[in-house]
């Protein structure tokens, strides 16, 4: 890894915070960081936890793996793995969970990975790079429709039939997509108007990077996961960058913060909340000035209530 490419973690010590909030001093339970990307809310979590405390981190990508090998903290580990793999865990063994569903600035900025319309590099956007198709390989053989329906779900593309028969028609006469700049330069030629200081290329490059990672399906098992993993009183924290991320955070916390009444049979006791909404935090004036990049984010924390799931 490219020691050069550094990463401002969003929202560092407003999400530690929010994650022991109701953990008292030199917090004893386990946590969890379920992306552990570059490690700044890790690094954050162990200053705080006590001797007892345990870090159990997980991350896709083989470079979060090299830079957590650097963390010699016996209370810390990392796994391999995405967070969907939460449910891994033992239920109720956690007093906290956190999920920073950003991409960390080194893979934007790292002209390999294929995340960014601004650097010409093999156009990839796997967040594990061990396994799994890349996007030049899908998009070598999806057909139009396959393609369209990706840009217009995970990009809310309005253009995105005449991007997606634009990828195929190209993909006839001279062969597939290889580079971003292909890509990004295709893109341009197919979207009509865009808004103003956006590039034409942001909503297709986010649809296949989301697609390609499976990463809204992964949020919605981890969320399920992290429900079953909390301990009463402990913690969930999710920090979203689209509005598609916000959404399905927003309705899983609003869907678990209510009493469920089962028609079929009215007279049985409800089904008790399982969390409660605590607050909805987004950065500071001075930190998007200071990292331009977190001006998106929203982070969102509720509280387990009750006994696990």
């Known amino acids: 890894m490219d020691s050069s490419l550094q990463h401002t973690t969003v929202l560092l010590a407003e999400a530690v915070d929010a994650l022991l909030g109701a953990a008292g001093p030199s917090p004893s339970g386990t946590f969890v960081d379920g992306t552990f990307g570059r490690g700044g809310h890790s690094r954050r979590i162990l200053l705080r936890l006590g001797p007892a405390g345990r870090l159990i981190a997980f991350d896709k990508d083989p470079e979060a793996i090299q830079e957590a090998a650097r963390i010699t903290d016996a209370r810390f580990a990392i796994r391999h793995e995405g967070f969907r793999n939460l449910s891994e865990l033992p239920e109720g063994s956690a007093a906290g969970v956190l999920l920073d569903l950003g991409v960390s600035s080194p893979q934007i900025d790292s002209p390999e990975r294929g995340f960014s319309f601004r650097f010409d590099g093999p156009l990839d956007m796997r967040m594990d790079t061990t396994r799994g198709q890349s996007v030049a390989e899908w998009l070598a053989e999806a057909e139009v429709g396959q393609i369209a329906e990706v840009i217009r779900e995970y990009g809310e593309e309005r253009f995105a039939g005449p991007i997606a028969k634009a990828i195929v028609a190209r993909r006839q006469e001279r062969g597939p997509l290889a580079t971003t700049a292909e890509l990004a330069d295709l893109v341009a030629g197919a979207v009509k108007t865009r808004e103003a200081g956006q590039n034409p290329a942001t909503r297709t490059f986010q649809a296949l990077r ?32 689209h509005s598609l991320e916000d959404r399905i955070v927003k309705q899983f916390i609003a869907q678990h913060s209510k009493e469920v009444y089962d028609r079929r049979a009215p007279f049985a006791p409800p089904q008790a909340m399982r969390l409660v909404a605590l607050d909805r935090i987004k950065p500071g004036a001075d930190e998007v000035a200071a990292n331009p990049r977190s001006r998106s984010a929203v982070m969102r924390v509720a509280e387990r209530t009750g006994v696990p799931a």
Request: glycine share 4%.
């Open 210 to 241: 989301i697609f390609i990672n499976a990463e809204l399906e992964e949020l919605q098992q981890a969320l399920e996961a992290s429900l079953r993993l909390l301990a009463p009183s402990g913690r969930l924290v999710v920090i979203s960058f």
